[in-house]
């Protein structure tokens, strides 16, 4: 009798295990990024990103600033925003901070597919995608070291990659450093959390949202043509500079993962405030 009861009671549990939710977890992943661009006449541009993830809930809070004061005029702004988004990947519903009224409006994962649809319909930019635009003739001269030894990157070990580009027709040179890493389970599980909501809200494979898909959304389009190989991991720093001649900088933008824990739940973390 124990041996049925304690099989039945197995059983039970496996069951109740395997329907829990996807993100079922009493454990808490803190992220926090940061962005620096620096474009000529503009000037330098910041974005920070602190990311909060525990069972469903997925709340990111983004802070903007322009540094350039003379934009910030012209602009008749501060220079500052904003973004706050609470999302459910159970329950399917966002909610977003409005900067006017300062509440959360909260709409389903359906309801920001059907608006995402209207702006894709009302936008005037069109691009033609030609069937040979990523056509390996076409691609400029890219050199690309993959190195074989890790570096410390914000307390991350991370594999260094270096592609140095050579525009055609152009003394200029563009080189890209990124760092990888698998060392981090926060970064490995707000990163599936990020991909699975943008797979929830309807987005194509095009969709940037940040430096990490932006850089997905290359890799994707390079590999059509051209054998494209990465290490392991998320990236953890990524470097863009465009150089002249004299190889001063023309364009330069860097992004970091600055921090990446885990810890327990704590619910302030994911209120509406």
Not at 69 to 78: E, F, G, K, T, Y
Request: hydrophobic share 35%.
């Amino acid at each position: 009798m124990k041996t049925k009861t304690a099989l039945a009671i197995a059983v039970l549990l496996g069951f109740f295990a395997y329907t829990l939710p996807l993100y079922a977890d009493s454990k808490e992943y803190h992220l926090e990024e940061k962005t620096v661009i620096d474009i000529p006449v503009v000037g330098k541009i910041t974005t920070k990103t602190s990311t909060y993830l525990s069972g469903c809930k997925l709340k990111e809070t983004t802070n903007l600033k322009l540094h350039n004061a003379l934009v910030n005029i012209v602009s008749d702004s501060d220079g500052k925003s904003k973004e706050i988004l609470l999302s459910n990947l159970c329950d399917e519903i966002q909610w977003r901070y409005d900067n006017e009224s300062e509440t959360f409006n909260s709409l389903s994962f359906e309801e920001v597919r059907g608006n995402s649809e209207l702006d894709d319909e009302d936008s005037e930019v069109h691009i033609d995608m030609e069937s040979d635009q990523y056509d390996i003739d076409n691609l400029p001269k890219m050199i690309r070291d993959i190195q074989g030894y890790k570096k410390n990157i914000n307390g991350f070990k991370a594999r260094k990659v270096v592609t140095t580009v050579y525009p055609e027709d152009s003394d200029n040179r563009i080189i890209v450093e990124e760092y990888y890493s698998n060392s981090s389970r926060a970064l490995s599980k707000i990163t599936k959390a990020r991909e699975d909501l943008n797979m929830k809200l309807g987005y194509n494979e095009d969709h940037i949202e940040g430096v990490p898909t932006l850089i997905n959304v290359v890799y994707e389009s390079l590999k059509k043509d051209h054998e494209w190989s990465r290490p392991e991991g998320e990236v953890v720093r990524f470097v863009i500079r465009l150089l002249d001649e004299d190889d001063d900088d023309i364009f330069t933008m860097k992004y970091d993962v600055l921090e990446a824990e885990t810890s327990k739940y704590q619910e302030k973390h994911f209120a509406l405030k």
